[in-house]
T-cell receptor
């Protein structure tokens, strides 16, 4: 079993839909990251959180430390949100452990 | 936000040659830089962690003599793939972390370098 599991693996949504991507992890962590990777490959860090909830524009990230679970929500989705969304956890120390990613496609 | 650049963005080389990839933090001092490798449709795998002025720490299974990492300054780290072979073809991504070097500092990712070895 991978230390970081994401679901779904693939997601197709219609423009305007509310989207949720889930991440579960099995190790003790100091922080959880949500990353976005566009088709060209470049990665953007969306959120780093260790508790509660964070919001940035149409993106919301939540984490439940007790349940070892995090969700990334996208409200009013748009085709430009199409990308791979990656959950990664920082174990105590330097390393990030990555989930396999969720491929999101938003159709207009 | 902070910017990390990588150069080149794409490189094609012949088998047996060496390729150097640069990772620069453009507007902050990176106490720690990370090098990752990503295979097609797979997630990132950490190759090594480098701290400025000291030797890189390689992950298990990564050959340090094949993937030479130099973090000579607080804004530049280089990864040299020596005697490249086709199986080294991959997408290489660096990230940089500044501040106090604590886990609370955000990692900023570079745009990646696609290496193709013929």
């Amino acid at each position: 079993k991978n230390e970081v599991e994401q679901s779904p693996q693939n997601l197709t949504a219609q423009e305007g839909e509310f989207i949720t991507i889930n991440c579960s992890y099995s190790v003790g962590i100091s922080a959880l990251h949500w990353l976005q990777q566009h088709p060209g490959g470049g990665i953007v860090s969306l959120f780093m959180l260790s508790s509660g909830k964070k919001k940035h524009g149409r993106l919301i990230a939540t984490i439940n430390i007790q349940e070892k679970h995090s969700s990334l929500h996208i409200t009013a989705s748009h085709p430009r949100d199409s990308a791979v969304y990656i959950c990664a956890v920082s174990e105590y120390g330097n390393k990030l452990v990555f989930g396999a990613g969720t491929i999101l496609r938003v159709k207009s | 936000g902070a910017v990390v650049s990588q150069h080149p963005s794409r490189v094609i080389c012949k088998s047996g040659t060496s390729v150097k990839i640069e990772c620069r933090s453009l507007d902050f001092q990176a106490t720690t830089m990370f090098w990752y490798r990503q295979f097609p449709k797979k997630s990132l795998m950490l190759m090594a962690t480098s701290n400025e002025g000291s030797k890189a720490t390689y992950e298990q299974g990564v050959e340090k003599d094949k993937f030479l990492i130099n973090h000579a300054s607080l804004t530049l780290s280089t990864l040299t793939v020596t005697s490249a072979h086709p199986e080294d073809s991959s997408f290489y991504i660096c990230s940089a972390r500044g501040g106090s070097g604590s886990w609370t500092d955000t990692q900023y990712f570079g745009p990646g370098t696609r290496l193709t070895v013929l």
